[in-house]
């Protein structure tokens, strides 16, 4: 497993953007695929966007187009550039990361607050 860290949440009027950062310790981050996550209140937690050891990304389709996962492997860092956002989009948004091994993600960061005042 490795420890997962988000920053860069906070409040913003519709419209405006956000970027996110998930630092991640260990030396096998770039063989990780990372994924962002984000749980509304009173909602179960849903996926939003996830990237590959390969580069291979995929969406949820709520957020295609707006939003964009990248990553810096030199710096053990993915990100998700979010822009155009709507008051739907307030969360707190997790990063995670799946191992080679794994079917599953099975480390967790704690969460950053994502607000999108209308």
């Known amino acids: 497993q490795v420890q997962l860290v988000e920053s860069g949440g906070g409040v913003v009027q519709a419209g405006g953007s956000l970027r996110l950062s998930c630092a991640a310790s260990g030396r096998t981050f770039s063989s990780y695929t990372m994924g962002w996550f984000r749980q509304a209140p009173g909602k179960e937690r849903e996926f939003v966007a996830a990237?590959?050891?390969?580069?291979?990304?995929g969406y949820a389709d709520s957020v295609k187009g707006r939003f964009t996962i990248s990553r810096d492997n030199s710096k053990n860092t993915v990100y998700l550039q979010m822009n155009s956002l709507k008051p739907e989009d307030t969360a707190v948004y997790y990063c995670?990361?799946?191992?080679?091994?794994?079917?599953?993600?099975?480390?967790w960061g704690q969460g950053t607050q994502v607000t999108v005042s209308s």
């Open positions: 995670a990361a799946q191992g080679v091994k794994s079917s599953k993600y099975d480390s």
């Open positions: 990237i590959s050891w390969s580069g291979s990304i």
